[in-house]
């Protein structure tokens, strides 16, 4: 995302390259940053919504519903599937050095993790209602989904 930041200095630098600098300065600026602020917004809703979300359905192992996630420039899986009632553990294998990935939220459940680097951090839980939950990285940028079904389906 902050790649959008050299396109923006570059689009004030030809602002105050032209002869109008000195009177106009202060309006191209303002809209630099504005447009750097559109974009950045804009980019941050093209990812959550037509980035590639990947589905995976959680796997019973010792009465536990298991999934692995791979948390490299964002999570892989995006979205896990599982049962209610059941105990969840989520396995976040955290490979992206990114401070922005070092830790998780799962808000609904009352649970957050530290992750470390290039080691699986487990966290776990029981969903008893179906619905869809939110996980996130620790500044919210980076958002995954937990969706509970009922046991019949
Ligand atoms: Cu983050």
Redesign the pocket.
């Known amino acids: 995302m902050l790649s959008v930041v050299p396109t923006h200095a570059a689009q004030a630098n030809t602002n105050q390259e032209s002869p109008f600098q000195k009177i106009q300065q202060p309006l191209p600026v303002k809209i630099g940053v504005t447009a750097g602020g559109i974009g950045l917004i804009g980019l941050e809703l093209w990812w959550f919504l037509f980035s590639e979300k990947t589905a995976k359905k959680a796997e019973e192992k010792d009465d536990t519903q298991q999934v692995t996630i791979t948390v490299d420039g964002g999570c892989d899986p995006t979205e896990v599937i599982v049962t209610a009632g059941k105990p969840v553990r989520m396995n976040f294998h955290r490979r992206d050095p990114s401070s922005?990935?070092q830790q998780v939220l799962i808000p609904d459940f009352n649970r957050s993790a530290d992750l470390a680097l290039n080691e699986i951090t487990s966290v776990e839980f029981t969903p008893q209602e179906t619905g869809e939950y939110e996980f996130t990285?620790?500044?919210?940028?980076?958002r995954g989904k937990i969706i509970v079904n009922d046991q019949q389906t």
């Open positions: 922005c990935l990285c620790g500044m919210k940028m980076y």
